[in-house]
C-alpha cells in the first residue's frame, strides 16, 4: 500500500465504504474487494514509476492492462482468481469514472480469463438418502450422531449452505415450518422446513448433553463449543469411504443435490433460485446442471400468455 497516493487509497476507501453501505457486502467480501484492488494500484504505481495521483488512473491504457495480468499470472494466479480480481477492479473503476468524469474503456473493455466453473456432482437420490442413514451410524456416542444427521437433512432437506446451517442458534429450536436465512452478503431468505429436517433437529436437542442458550450455536462440538465445518466435512469424508461415493461427495454436494432433485421432480427454478438464496437465475442454471432446452421449457411453462 505504500505506493498508492493518499487520493488513490481515499477513493478506495469511499468506494469501499459505499459497496458495505448501498450493498450490504459481507466483512470477508470487503476484505476481498480492498485486497484486490489495492494490489492493482500498487501495481500501477509502481509499474509507472512511483505513487501517483488520480488523474494517472485514468490514463491507464490496454497495455497498462495486459502488463497487469500477466504479472498476476506469471505469480501462479488462477484464471478463476484473476477473473474475479478483474471484477473487482472493474467495479471500482466504474465508480471511480462516474465521480470522476473519465472514459474508463480500457479497464472495462479487458477481458476476463476463461475458466471452467466448477461445481460439486449431485448424489443420486439413494445415495443421498444413505449418506444420511451411514451419518447416524458413525459416531459411537447418540447425540454426536444424531447432530450430524440433523446437519446433514438441512443440507439436503433444506437446500442449506454449511455455514448457513451451523450458524442456527438455540433460538431456531424447534425448527419453524419456515426458517429465515441470512446468506451471503447479508441477503435474507425464507426457506420451508421438511418435517425430517425438524425430527432429526428435535432428536439432537433431545439428546444433546449441552443446554441449548437462545444465542449460542444450536449444532456444539463434543465440548460443547461452537461446530466446527470441518466436523461435518470430515464425518461426510468417512460416510463417502464406506459408501464407496467419489471425492465430489462433499456437504456441499448435499446442497447441489437438494436443487438439481427438486428440480427433476417439477420444481420451478425460479423458486429454485430463491430457495438457493442465488442473486441470478443464471447462476441457478448452472448450479442446478439444467441444459438449456429444459430451461426453455421451464420458462415456457411458467410464462403468462396472453
Known sequence: ????????RDALQNWLDGRRALAGAADHTITAYSRDVAGFLAFMAEHHGGGQGLAALERITVSDMRAWMARERGEGLSSRSLARKLSAVK??????????GFEPTAVLSTRAPRFQRK???????????DVIDTMGMQSETPWVAARDVAVVTLLYGCGLRISEALGLTGADAPLPQVLRILGKGGKERLVPVLPAARDAVENYTRLCPFKA?????LFLGVRGGALLPRAIQGAMAQARMQLGLP???????LRHSFATHLLAAGGDLRAIQELLGHASLSTTQAYTGVETAQLIEVYNRAHPRA
Open 119 to 129: 461445481l460439486p456432482r449431485p448424489l443420486a437420490e439413494p445415495a443421498a438418502r
Open 247 to 253: 471425492s465430489s461427495a462433499t456437504p456441499h454436494a
Open 91 to 100: 467495479s471500482f473503476y466504474r465508480w471511480l469514472a462516474e465521480r470522476e
Open 1 to 8: 500500500m505504500t505506493l498508492i497516493s493518499p487520493a488513490c
Open 213 to 217: 442458550e437462545p444465542t449460542a450455536p
